[in-house]
């Protein structure tokens, strides 16, 4: 067989050709974060939107639908990401110039990987609210998702962790109470695995939650002494972090942990076999309200793959006084989210509209506020109970009421203050000193470790 | 300067005069140009650019990464996590390509023995290697909670004493990982065996059988050593597998609990996407790359050893 191309001439303008294709390959690859964005219209355009939550798509599109009341030239988009595909998708996409043009940023490792593409919004607040705008927005959603002088996204709503959720059937049918002290703890789970009733579900194979909890019982042994440590003033191989880590064990060894906790993912499994009647207690915060009402509740029980859902009610109960103290477990939060405006948008007057109307705006405040996902950041805006129904009102209004008053106080720090390396650190302490292959002080040594090179990477 | 009567009939049938060695080379560059580029843009120069950012302290984001030589490397040789990883792949591929052999051998024995339903059986091994990981996983997750249908299964075979959270605990999630691998791919093994065992010769197995083999004694002296090429490559492409698993171990346990199912692949994603140490990440990725390569050739060395072949 022969080859049409029998002169050097056509030969070198192959090669050629396939150098330039391949320079053009490289130069493509590497102009692809020129392009500064541009700002379009406020009132018009069609914006994408990028996040991990709202985690039910429906309830995205229940915010874009009240928005396009005021706003119907805004065509929104939401792309629902996975949490736990997140940072894998939106390294790409922001870097390139066909990323989102508003994306979902929760304080910590995520304003810290993410922030930098995003515009500054202290403008937009001031604009909105103004020059006293801090005073209007919940101050620990604004100071999470603020770095360096920078508002890299508006707060959408707030959530605060610390706090155990029952199912109020199961301890009826017991005749038990929540328990107070770790001994109740104890007792009451003892209880439950008599009667063949799991009693409380964590999903140790997830990071957030094992730190939430190992928080919560930080803040009982010494409460405010995590955030002293989060901030750098106190250390974590401290005798203060190895009794933390000395009770999480202890919440393994004595069956209040349900066998396997350390392969279970918080969500989709806890979650599920919580929302299934499989287990009394499980560690959520308040992002839990929304399944103490009816419409919730018995959409989860059918996504858990429940036929005929039957819903029942749900309370908020206090995290047990673990170390005997005496010392109540607060609370901690930060943001739950909020929305940056990507600074390589083609459309970013339309963005940060749809951002100002979520964040600022007391009707996109009262949407958010009714789903009971998240709480409102902007003051005075409240859910409206007179529209939302409860699984059981008698039973819950006037708890949860108190629960979500309680929130506004909250002023510890969940995630604000910690890296990426910080926070996978918790989930290697957490794990090794539940599975024993490390000891409790071995596991806090290797993390102030972790937490002073996490440090001098950062200088 | 004269032309002779040959080379005027060569250019008149249109060949080039030219020695045949650089005919050939001349021709030969158009045809190899496009795996040229593809190959040379996509794999090389990729492979170069990761060894370039292998030198670098970057998030894969900020436009000034710190140039720290060849610090990425030292410290992979002292991180601990890297060194488990390292341990949980030669023992997943040790025991996975031993016991898919194994299986693959003598699923493929018994299906040259004129079974009956013998292609229903073949369909129910070959099954699991075309389904995706991502489809099993969740499944697999399931099977093996805590109050999963193993353990139901193990209770009610009244082997309850047996039942134990397998991938919540670091002392079995390893072996429910390489359980998992070997359920998928023993049906790879078996049809490259079954495949390679038509290939012999029937009158070898005729000869052994009228010298008074029995089935053992022909499985070992006759089938085996014919099917020493198949087992070498089935041996290289389990020992790249495992350097390059990845799906599995994340999708069933996130590489944990505490770390007892990280792998090589594992890693690499937990310290480039999640933790955004991307200078480390292709440092870890470049030790990966030279241990595939070294372990390539070693097994292609044995390979020619055992055959004889130059």
Known sequence: MRFPFRSKTTLRSLAALAVAGLTGLGLVACSGGSSQGSAGSATSGTINWWGWTPTNTAEANDFIAAFNKDYPNIKVNFKLIGISDYQAAMRPALASNNGPDVYDLQPGAYVQQFGSYAEDLTSSAQGALGSDWKSKLASIAVDGLTSNGKLTAMPIGSSYAGSLWYNTDLFKQYGLQPPKTLSDWKQVCQTFKSHGVGCFAQGAAQEGFDQDTLQAISNSIEPGYWTKASKGDAKWDSPQIVQTLSVWKDLFGSGIMQSGALGAQQYPDVNNAFLTGKYAMVMMGSWYTQYATQAAMTQSISAAGVAGAKPFPILPMQFPDVAGKGNTSEMFGDADYGLAVASKSQNKSAAETFVKWMSTSTKGQQVVADRLDTTPVLSGVAPDFNTIKFVDPAQQSGPVNDYLKKLVSVNEPRFALLNADVENAFLAAAQSVASGSATPQAAATTLQQAADAAKAQNK | ?310
């Not at chain 2, 339903?117 to 399931?142: E, G, H, N, S």
């Not at chain 2, 000869?207 to 090429?229: E, K, M, Q, T």
């Open chain 2, 1 to 310: 300067m004269t032309v002779s009567a040959q080379e005027r009939l060569t250019r008149a049938a249109g060949y080039p005069s030219r020695p045949r060695g650089r005919r050939l080379q001349a021709s030969g560059l158009p045809w190899i140009l496009p795996a040229l580029v593809l190959g040379v843009g996509l794999i090389y120069y990729c492979i170069g650019y990761t060894v370039y950012i292998s030198t670098l302290n970057w998030d894969g984001a900020s436009p000034d990464p710190l140039s720290v030589g060849f610090r990425n490397y030292s410290n992979i040789f002292s991180d601990p996590v890297f060194w488990k990883s390292i341990e949980h792949t030669v023992a997943f591929f040790v025991t996975t390509f031993v016991l898919q052999t194994a299986l693959g051998v003598v699923f493929a024995v018994i299906m040259h023995s004129r079974i009956r339903l013998a292609v229903v059986y073949k369909v129910i091994i070959f099954v699991p290697v075309v389904l995706a990981p991502a489809i099993m996983a969740p499944v697999f997750r399931q099977v093996y909670a805590a109050n999963g249908q193993f353990n139901w299964v193990l209770s009610h075979l009244g082997l309850g004493f047996l039942a134990q959270p397998w991938i919540g605990q670091t002392s079995t999630s390893l072996a429910v990982i390489i359980a998992i691998t070997i359920w998928q791919w023993t049906g790879l093994t078996f049809v490259l065996y079954y495949a390679a065992m038509s290939q012999i010769d029937q009158s070898l197995l005729e000869a052994a059988r009228i010298d008074g083999a029995g089935n053992i004694r022909v499985l070992w002296s006759i089938i085996w050593p014919n099917l020493r090429g198949t087992t070498l490559s089935l041996a290289i492409l389990s020992a790249i597998g495992a350097l390059k698993t990845f799906d599995v171990p994340w999708l069933v346990t996130v590489a944990g609990p505490s770390n007892s199912t990280q792998f090589l692949g594992t890693y690499i994603y937990q310290m480039t996407i999640q933790l955004a140490h991307v200078g480390y990440g292709a440092a870890l990725s470049i030790i990966l790359l030279v241990i595939a390569l070294v372990m390539a050739i070693i097994l292609q060395v044995a390979a020619r050893e055992r055959t004889g072949r130059p």
